[in-house]
């Protein structure tokens, strides 16, 4: 018994010294920018490059459509069974008529949709609201079919006293009526993600892409709180309820679906579309999957930013189920994503029903029954 205590002694002494022969290497150091392993995780994948049906890309910018060659622009929405895209960078009046004419031109009328914009650092000059309100009549009697309000208008515009321009200036009323009179939705980008009005510090999200693009970072009043900027646009769609308006971007709430929902079911003529917040809806799927049945007729598909290879990213998760992929841009979204594999018929909705509802004229032939 003794000898077999000594043992025992002996050995979890020999542990200990081992233990302290081999210490920890504390000068083992790594950015965090740097570390991005490959997942060793092995899992079906499912990577498509063309949508299973036909869809609408709501929010697209082509600035030099009057001259593009569009041959191209059709070939690449063909490739990725894109039925319809839509400029929101038409700019108006004379600009927007070149991209009309080169459109009309090539025969692509019923697959190219220009939206108009307007200028509002005009705001109190005496003629600008009689001259904005003929533009919007032009524009759309040569085929607009929305009004496109860019971020920048909500927040850095300013009147001639150096006042910003809120969307919500009542000077802009007769816009959003003159809006639902001509039968055409408006698309409001407002403000930017809400950690941009954050700290940049390790509790944020954005700290990369802050990292990587300083200008985007806000002060706390810069130009406004982000739930200011956020609720003057709330505040139009709700005093215009004969104007449809689809927010931009899941109007920055895609991280919060339970308060989305409920400003979606205070704003009966408010929409949403997807662009840019992929990455928010995939690394929640199940979250996702209840939104996308309880608001299947108020979301529609966009994406920004043209460029055909990062569609993929959003027909994997919409349409697949598959794990922990990631996605395309970690500045934006460190972690993966998981698929939501969208029942078809709110598929559908999301990729064209709902539009076929909320821009006019858009060529239902295109697209399945």
């Known amino acids: 018994m003794i000898r077999q205590t000594s043992l025992l002694v002996l050995l979890f002494a020999s542990i200990s010294l081992y233990g302290q022969r081999t210490p920890i290497d ?6 965090w920018e740097m570390y991005d392993p490959p997942s060793t995780l092995v899992v079906p994948e499912h990577p498509q490059s063309s949508a299973s049906i036909p869809f609408v890309d709501v929010h697209s910018h082509h600035w030099r459509m009057g001259e593009q060659d569009l041959d191209v622009l059709i070939r690449q929405m063909d490739s990725l069974n894109m039925g319809v895209v839509v400029n929101l960078s038409g700019r108006g009046g004379q ?14 009328q019923n697959r190219i949709i220009c939206f108009t914009n307007i200028e509002l650092r005009s705001i109190d000059a005496d003629d600008w609201l009689e001259n904005t309100l003929a533009q919007l009549e032009y524009d759309v009697s040569i085929g607009a079919r929305g009004l496109k309000i860019y971020k920048s208008q909500g927040m850095f515009h300013t009147d001639s006293s150096g006042v910003r321009v809120a969307i919500n200036d009542p000077r802009l009323d007769p816009i959003w009526a003159k809006c639902g009179e001509l039968g055409i939705p408006v698309l409001i980008h407002s403000a930017d993600p809400p950690s941009f009005w954050e700290p940049h510090d390790e509790n944020n999200e954005r700290w990369l892409e802050l990292k990587l693009r300083p200008r985007r970072q806000r002060g706390a009043d810069d130009p406004a709180p982000w739930a200011t900027i956020m609720d003057e646009a709330f505040d139009i769609f709700r005093r215009h309820s004969n104007t449809k308006f689809i927010s931009a971007h899941m109007a920055w709430h895609a991280n919060d679906l339970v308060r989305l929902g409920e400003i979606l079911d205070e704003i009966p003529n408010m929409y949403v579309e997807i662009g840019a917040v992929i990455a928010e809806l995939g690394r929640q799927p199940r979250m996702a999957n209840r939104f996308f049945e309880q608001y299947q007729d108020r979301v529609l598909f966009g994406k920004d930013s043209y460029r055909p290879g990062e569609y993929a990213t959003y027909f994997r998760v919409l349409e697949s189920a598959d794990e922990y992929f990631p996605y395309y841009k970690r500045y934006h979204a460190f972690w993966r994503m998981y698929g939501l594999d969208l029942p078809d018929d709110i598929l559908a909705k999301l990729y064209y029903r709902n539009a076929l509802q909320v821009i006019p004229g858009l060529d239902a032939s295109l697209f399945p029954e």
């Open 26 to 31: 504390s000068s083992l150091r790594m950015d």
């Open 95 to 108: 600009a927007l008529k070149g991209m009309m004419d080169n459109i009309n031109s090539s025969g692509y």
